[in-house]
């Protein structure tokens, strides 16, 4: 099966600090992949990459076969690659409703199609219906993830990539976002997850990459990292709440 | 005396909304881009020439001109931002650079427009022939009056459109996190400039629409531009409600001013005001709330 997002060999710098040496993963249809690191490894970095926010200064990326490192955000995010930002980022003043609008901004779309659109984020995210009509600052953090998930949904995007969901949640709001990131990719969806949460990323994903200091130091299967007790130990022990 | 303070609300009213669709301008650009345009008054000078070749030089009809002038002052604001502001758009800490660049461009379009249409002040007839008209036994000059229901038409137009439109959505959106806005597909620098051009177009029109009261020269934005600040201010800076009622109360208060206590200080009473509310209430009357800016 040919990959769906293929990233060769980026670095990227923000001013002169050199944030990614020599990057390469790839994502297939219907995968999960989660990209791990301690704080500061680059994860971000690489989502911001793939999504325009940042270009490479070497490597190359491409998207279903078209090259896609030089393009604006707001060329990619037409093409199919929706990325949820840490920290959520949900439009303060705008309400629930009206944020979940503005993910469909990629494309053009009728009114009937917004509200079928909507529908749907709202099956999966239940929670999101009473809160409709409420400003998006006055939402909890786990409510603005969901949030935020939703509204990347909106865009109908061939791959997802969520920039650590988990940060700042209850350990049980936690969970329950990681099964509604599962539930999603059984529906199909492929995801590019970065995450913290070492112990339930790994439940959950196919693969995984390991990223240092900026250089991709491992990769492997879901499996066989999680079998390795020296990985899981080596990457932080942030597993003591598993 | 009660008739007296009836034709002061009026005028102060009317001059008020002058300001208000200036401070509207102010407002917009600012909350979209972080920015302060000075040369914001100098807008309301070039919808004001561009209605004087239009209904001076071309004999349009009024009714004709008048939106047209608005567009075409809109479209010089979508042009001033690409040179102005477009780019030096993703540098950080563009904020002061803009600024001095945009009193440069109040200098240079004031100069340019001296040079086009000469030294010697235009003045337009009224919308309305008629100088006064009388009702319930006050007289009432009807331009004021033709100020006063076209900027509550323009300016409920505009809340439609910033609240009940996807495309004001947007504007909100990318005003709110513009890199989020992007990830979206929200054209950024198409927003930019669309907000430019309502600024600008609002500006435009209250030229357009003080100019007979006036007379149109190269210079008469700037007055307006400075009071319509003040008017920001007061309102509350960031605030669109605020930028209505600030100008409003500029208005009333220069009105009132001028005609109780003192003619001769008439433009010295908005300042007043101004100084007042950075004294004792510097986020001014609709100042926005901390939870709403993060």
Known sequence: MPNMLEVRNISARYGNVTALHDVSLTVGQGEIIVLLGVNGAGKSTTLKTISGLLHPVRGGITFEGEAIDRMSPESIVRRGIAHVPEGRHVFPGLTVRENLVMGTSNRKVTRAETESDIERILEIFPDLKRLYTQMGWSLSGGQQQMLAIGRGLMARPKLLMLDEPSLGLAPVIIKQVFRTIKSINEAGMTILLVEQNVGLSLKIAHRAYLLETGRMIRTDTADALREDDGFRNALLGVTADE | ?294
Do not use: C
């Not at chain 2, 008439?266 to 005001?273: L, N, T």
């Open chain 2, 1 to 294: 005396m009660f008739v007296e303070f009836i034709q002061l609300t009026i005028a102060g009213l009317a001059v008020g909304s002058i300001y208000a669709l200036v401070a509207l301008g102010f407002v917009l650009i600012y909350t979209s881009v972080n920015v302060v345009n000075f040369a914001q008054g100098d807008f309301a000078m070039i919808g004001a020439y561009f209605m004087v070749s239009l209904v001076l030089g071309a004999h349009w009809p009024w009714w004709v001109a008048l939106p047209l002038a608005m567009v075409l002052t809109g479209a010089v604001g979508a042009l001033f931002q690409l040179v102005l502001y477009q780019p030096v758009r993703n540098r950080p800490r563009n904020f002061l650079p803009v600024m001095i660049a945009t009193v440069g461009a109040s200098v240079f379009l004031e100069q340019v427009f001296l040079l086009i249409y000469g030294p010697v002040p235009f003045q337009l007839p009224g919308i309305f022939k008629a100088q006064s008209v009388k009702i319930d036994g006050v007289f009432v000059y009807p331009q004021y009056l033709v100020i006063i229901v076209v900027t509550s038409v323009m300016v409920t137009v505009l809340n439609w459109f910033l609240e009940r439109t996807k495309l004001g959505k947007q504007l909100q959106a990318t005003a709110q996190d513009a890199d989020t806005a992007r990830l979206m597909g929200i054209r950024v620098a198409r927003m930019t400039a669309l907000i430019f051009a309502i600024s600008t177009g609002l500006g435009g029109l209250a030229g357009i629409l003080i100019a007979p009261v006036y007379t149109v020269t190269a210079g008469m934005g700037s007055t307006i531009a400075l009071k319509a600040f003040a008017s920001a201010i007061v309102g509350g800076f960031g605030s669109i409600k605020g930028a209505i009622v600030g100008g409003l109360t500029i208005g009333l208060v220069e009105t009132y001013g001028a005609t109780y206590i003192s003619g001769s200080y008439r433009d010295a009473f908005p300042f007043i005001v101004l100084i007042l509310f950075l004294i004792f209430r510097p986020s001014g009357l609709f100042g926005e709330k901390v939870s709403q800016k993060v």
